[in-house]
């Protein structure tokens, strides 16, 4: 199983970015896909996650209303759509999958194989 997360990159304060995850070997559609950041000395934390076949999604409380993720199961790719973006947003971006129930969508410890993360920076 490989996932490939793509899109990071350099924006400024109030701006959008929009990272995507590629993932092979698996069948995409059957899996939570989530998103995890971790930003420079902190800890790994969680930012969204879509339902298998994408029927439902959750956002933690600091990005809701601000990112939005959305999954295409024919091109096995979950994207992540970041709008009005903060300096506290800077962060490695990591894309992961989920075989467990949906309850599990916010606990990394359930994520079975991750991709090797994608960094943005956003300045103020």
């Known amino acids: 199983v490989q996932l490939q997360a793509c899109g990071g990159g350099l924006a400024q304060a109030g701006n959008s970015l929009r990272v995507s995850c590629a993932v092979s070997g698996r069948t995409f559609s059957r899996y939570i896909v989530g998103w995890f950041r971790q930003a420079p000395g902190k800890e790994r934390e969680f930012v969204a996650a879509?339902?298998?076949?994408?029927?439902?999604?959750a956002y933690a409380d600091s990005v809701n209303g601000r990112f939005s993720i959305s999954r295409d199961n024919a091109k096995n790719t979950v994207y992540l759509q970041m709008n009005n973006l903060k300096p506290e947003d800077t962060a490695v971006y990591y894309c992961?999958?989920?075989?467990?129930?949906?309850?599990?969508?916010?606990?990394?410890?359930?994520?079975?194989?991750w991709g090797p993360g994608t960094l943005v920076t956003v300045s103020s």
């Open positions: 992961a999958t989920n075989n467990a129930v949906w309850s599990t969508r916010d606990q990394e410890e359930h994520y079975d194989y």
């Open positions: 879509s339902s298998r076949y994408g029927g439902s999604s």
